[in-house]
């Protein structure tokens, strides 16, 4: 009898501290997605788009409330990395880009840039990014969308041209030649088009 109540007694020991041990791990799970949720809603108000889908991708590609203000440079750095390493002009004129865009030296966001003018990022991340800024494009009136596309356009020649073509003397590459195309058809893309139904984060969620 006795022998019986002490495995009966253990048992219920064992399926307590199972359970509470779940009870753990299901807090931590929802503290853990109400820190995501938080900061993805940081991210929307810096980066200017409400779409959760790109949110999530730029948050797995490392992305942070602090340097999301990057996202309008990636182009300009997917461009200076066209031909597979940046120039001193080239690092120069996105530099003075950053600045224009109000990021500081020495900030997490420099600091980032600086990374990334150093080792290429991925692919992955290029393209992420153009998707989101083709989204925040869409959100603008049309107006601004215009100054946008034509600041970035702009600014995509310059870094072409400081690499591809020498004092401008040169042409611009092949390679460069492609992804300006590239680019500003993406751009106009998002310009044309109506903006998709998306689930988007509210303040409260």
Same mark, same amino acid.
């Given at each position: 009898m006795a022998d019986r109540e002490l495995f009966g007694n253990r048992r219920r020991t064992q399926e307590d501290e199972y359970f509470r041990r779940q009870e753990q791990e299901l807090i931590e799970k929802l503290q853990q997605r109400g820190r995501e949720d938080a900061t993805r809603r940081r991210m929307a108000?810096?980066?200017g788009v409400a779409d959760e889908e790109i949110l999530r991708d730029l948050q797995a590609l490392g992305y942070t409330p602090e340097t999301v203000m990057l996202l309008h440079l990636v182009p300009l750095l997917q461009m200076a990395w066209a031909e597979?390493?940046?120039s001193d002009r080239e690092r120069d004129l996105i530099?003075?880009?950053? $600045? +224009?865009? %109000?990021?500081?030296?020495d900030s997490a966001a420099d600091r980032q840039l600086g990374a990334w003018l150093t080792a290429r990022p991925s692919d992955e991340l290029?393209?992420?990014?153009? $998707? +989101?800024? %083709?989204?925040?494009?869409?959100?603008?009136?049309?107006?601004?969308?215009?100054?946008?596309?034509?600041?970035?356009?702009?600014?995509?020649?310059a870094i072409a041209s400081a690499s591809g073509g020498i004092l401008g003397f040169g042409k611009v590459s092949p390679q460069e030649q492609q992804l300006l195309a590239r680019i500003?058809?993406?751009m106009e893309r998002a310009h044309g088009a109506p903006p998709r139904s998306t689930r988007?984060?509210?303040?409260d969620s």
């Open positions: 108000e810096h980066a597979g390493s940046v530099l003075e880009a950053a $600045r +224009a865009r %109000g990021i500081d030296k290029f393209e992420t990014t153009l $998707r +989101a800024i %083709g989204a925040i494009l869409q959100s603008r009136p049309s107006d601004e969308r215009d100054a946008s596309q034509k600041d970035l356009v702009s600014r995509l020649t500003t058809q993406e988007t984060i509210s303040p």
